[in-house]
């Protein structure tokens, strides 16, 4: 009987951390105040389909849209970049990228696909620069830090 009721309160108190620490990693990095959720762009939603399907000169119109209104949009920047890149167009890419980290320096999605662009042109050390930004936004891992970290890995063992 004993044994039971040690197992139901060690169990309890293992349950009450897990909970802790699902909800301390779910709430996100941002220090700012939550803003209301607003209805989505119908050009940004076109973009992440052209995306999705790979129709990179779609979304390069789409996105282009969506920041010639909103000139504040990160998100749009970085998608632009993305499917600049995908086209080969690395200067129009690199320049949407930087847009995208003026506005927010911490993006992690542009800091990774601006990486994957430097290591695209062979810019090790650039690439390496924004997997650093990466290193010190992401305090607990993210997919973006991840995903950077092995295509440098694997760019230099093609290039050693």
């Given at each position: 009987?004993?044994?039971?009721?040690?197992?139901?309160?060690?169990?309890?108190?293992?349950?009450?951390?897990?909970?802790?620490?699902?909800?301390?990693?779910?709430?996100?990095?941002?220090?700012?105040?939550?803003?209301?959720?607003?209805?989505?762009?119908?050009?940004?939603?076109?973009?992440?389909?052209?995306?999705?399907?790979?129709?990179?000169?779609?979304?390069?119109?789409?996105?282009s849209s969506v920041v010639k209104t909103d000139n504040?949009?990160?998100?749009?920047?970085?998608?632009?970049?993305?499917?600049?890149?995908?086209?080969?167009?690395?200067d129009d890419a690199f320049d949407a990228y930087g847009?995208?980290?003026?506005?927010?320096?911490?993006?992690?999605?542009?800091?990774?696909?601006?990486?994957?662009?430097?290591?695209?042109?062979?810019?090790?050390?650039?690439?390496?620069?924004?997997?650093?930004?990466?290193?010190?936004?992401?305090?607990?891992?993210?997919?973006?830090?991840?995903?950077?970290?092995?295509?440098?890995?694997?760019?230099?063992?093609?290039?050693?």
């Open positions: 009987m004993k044994f039971r009721r040690l197992f139901v309160v060690l169990y309890a108190i293992a349950a009450t951390q897990l909970l802790s620490a699902e909800i301390v990693f779910g709430m996100g990095s941002s220090s700012d105040t939550p803003k209301a959720e607003k209805p989505m762009d119908p050009a940004f939603a076109a973009g992440k389909q052209f995306i999705d399907q790979k129709n990179w000169a779609g979304a390069v119109q789409s996105f504040q949009n990160a998100d749009a920047y970085n998608y632009l970049g993305f499917a600049n890149r995908q086209l080969g167009k690395m847009k995208a980290l003026a506005i927010n320096p911490n993006h992690k999605g542009a800091n990774e696909y601006v990486g994957e662009a430097y290591l695209k042109i062979g810019n090790l050390l650039k690439a390496e620069a924004h997997l650093a930004r990466l290193d010190d936004v992401c305090t607990f891992g993210c997919a973006e830090y991840t995903l950077l970290k092995r295509a440098v890995a694997d760019y230099r063992e093609k290039h050693s």
